[in-house]
């Protein structure tokens, strides 16, 4: 079956313990990204990349990074997390740079630091 | 600035009965268009696209929206809801200046009353 997989779905955390939110494609899709999603902000682009090595920031990038070695992996790193960045988090894919196919999306983590 | 607006928060409608979800974009080139729904404790999944041609375009589930250039819309419509069209809405732009990126409004959730 064709899917965004991330991991963990729930996540509850400390203030500035580092951790990792893994996302996982089985499409060979180039593009992925990743969002957050606050009650009344919708969803904004934390970062995206185009391909293998070939990473930017989207719309709030601040405390994230991310990394590209793979096709199908894009995890997304929480380095030292704050209560501001708790919060629904989706990772999407596509392929190529066309908006032919829309996104498919993962079903999401929700991320809890207290 | 590009933008996506969709103007109602909240809408609750009957069983049975017609649904219409606006949304109003701004964008200065011909947009890619599209409309996302998530069920609860879902990621999202993409309901339907607009990129030319005929501006009724039909989506699964029984939905349709229609592009209106004049009036800067791409509102989603349904002749009769089911009690599982229950969900949160959310409109989308994809935009291709200087690189491939969505913008999406800030969803409107909609209640099914039995």
């Known amino acids: 079956e064709a899917q965004v997989t991330q991991n963990p779905r729930y996540l509850i955390t400390v203030t500035g313990k580092k951790l990792t939110v893994t996302c996982s494609q089985n499409?060979?899709?180039?593009?992925m990204s990743w969002y957050r999603q606050d009650p009344g902000l919708g969803l904004r682009q934390i970062y995206y990349s185009m391909n293998v090595e070939v990473t930017d920031k989207g719309d709030v990038p601040e405390g994230y990074k991310v990394s590209r070695k793979e096709k199908r992996n894009f995890p997304l790193i929480l380095e030292s997390p704050s209560p501001n960045q708790t919060s629904l988090y989706f990772c999407?894919?596509?392929?190529?740079?066309?908006?032919?196919?829309?996104?498919?999306f993962g079903s999401g983590t929700r991320l809890t630091v207290v | 600035a590009q933008s996506v607006t969709q103007p109602d928060i909240h809408i609750t409608v009957s069983e049975g009965a017609s649904l219409e979800l606006r949304c109003n974009y701004s964008y200065g080139a011909t947009p890619y268009l599209f409309w996302y729904v998530q069920s609860p404790g879902q990621g999202l999944q993409l309901l339907l696209k607009y990129f030319s041609g005929d501006t009724l375009v039909q989506g699964i589930k029984g939905f349709e929206a229609e592009f209106k250039r004049s009036q800067s819309s791409f509102n989603l419509r349904k002749p009769s809801v089911h009690w599982s069209d229950a969900a949160e809405y959310f409109c989308?732009?994809?935009?291709?200046?200087?690189?491939?990126?969505?913008?999406f409004g800030t969803g409107t959730r909609l209640k099914v009353l039995a």
């Open positions: 499409m060979n899709h180039e593009y």
């Open positions: 989308a732009v994809g935009t291709t200046s200087g690189t491939y990126k969505y913008i």
């Open positions: 999407a894919s596509m392929p190529g740079t066309t908006f032919n196919y829309g996104y498919t």
